[in-house]
């Protein structure tokens, strides 16, 4: 009897034994599973938004460009050149690579004028001239207008049929000539939706462009055309309005 009871005794202990594993692994197994998703989730959340931005280029094409265009196709990036009648002949093939590589082109006006300071006639037979020189390179299109200086009269602005296109980051390339205090200028003052002016005939401004292209891919921006800066912000250029910016 004394041995069975002892058996009896040994058997519970390990049936209560088994139980207490058994309980003990169950609250442990699911503690680690949330925090984990927890973690996940926080950092989508905190991923930062894209930024865009034009570089934009006047005055141009010049003994520079080419330099220009190598150093953007190494960086997959597009660009907008608003460029003028008079130095586009002679520059056929160059003008036709910047639209094979993906950059957009503008109209600059055919010798460079004040706008402002001619009849209406003379500023559309200007920007006209320019505009015939294009579609003769490049067939028809749709070539955006900045107006030398940035200045257009507002009958001059009626008359358009395009969009025309201001600047918000003013380099004063052509004043400085000084790649370093460009550069400082171009990530001072880019913004979200900035249009920057620049000009592809110094040599300084191809330097500082291209560093600053590096720089604000750094600072996670996205460098693009002005019809693909218009179109990632779903707005829709008008004909005849000038803009400074896209917001």
């Not at 442990?28 to 991923?47: K, M, N, Q």
């Not at 600053?212 to 460098?223: E, I, N, R, V, W």
Request: hydrophobic share 40%.
């Amino acid at each position: 009897m004394k041995k069975r009871k002892a058996l009896w005794l040994c058997f519970l202990l390990l049936i209560l034994c088994g139980c207490g594993q058994q309980q003990t692994a169950t609250v442990l197994r699911p503690a680690v599973i949330p925090a984990a998703a927890d973690a996940d989730t926080s950092a989508e959340d905190t991923e930062a938004p894209a930024k865009y931005a034009a570089l934009t280029f006047d005055d141009g094409p010049s003994r520079y460009t080419e330099r220009l265009l190598d150093g953007l196709a190494e960086r997959g990036i597009h660009a907008t050149f608003f460029l003028i009648g008079q130095q586009v002949e002679g520059r056929a093939d160059l003008v036709r690579r910047m639209k094979e590589e993906g950059h957009q082109i503008g109209n600059h006006s055919y010798d460079h004028p004040m706008l402002n300071k001619v009849d209406s006639a003379a500023a559309w037979k200007n920007l006209d001239h320019c505009n015939s020189v294009l579609t003769d390179v490049l067939g028809e299109g749709c070539y955006w207008i900045r107006p030398p200086y940035g200045l257009i009269t507002e009958d001059e602005m009626c008359r358009a049929s395009v969009p025309l296109i201001g600047w918000s980051v003013d380099t004063l390339d052509w004043k400085l000539r000084n790649t370093p205090k460009v550069l400082q200028r171009i990530l001072k003052d880019t913004k979200d939706g900035s249009i920057i002016l620049m000009h592809d005939c110094y040599d300084t401004s191809v330097e500082a462009a291209l560093e600053g292209a590096d720089a604000l891919t750094a600072q996670g921006y996205q460098l693009v055309t002005l019809q693909e800066l218009f179109a990632v912000k779903g707005e829709k250029p008008e004909n005849g309005a000038l803009y400074r910016c896209v917001k």
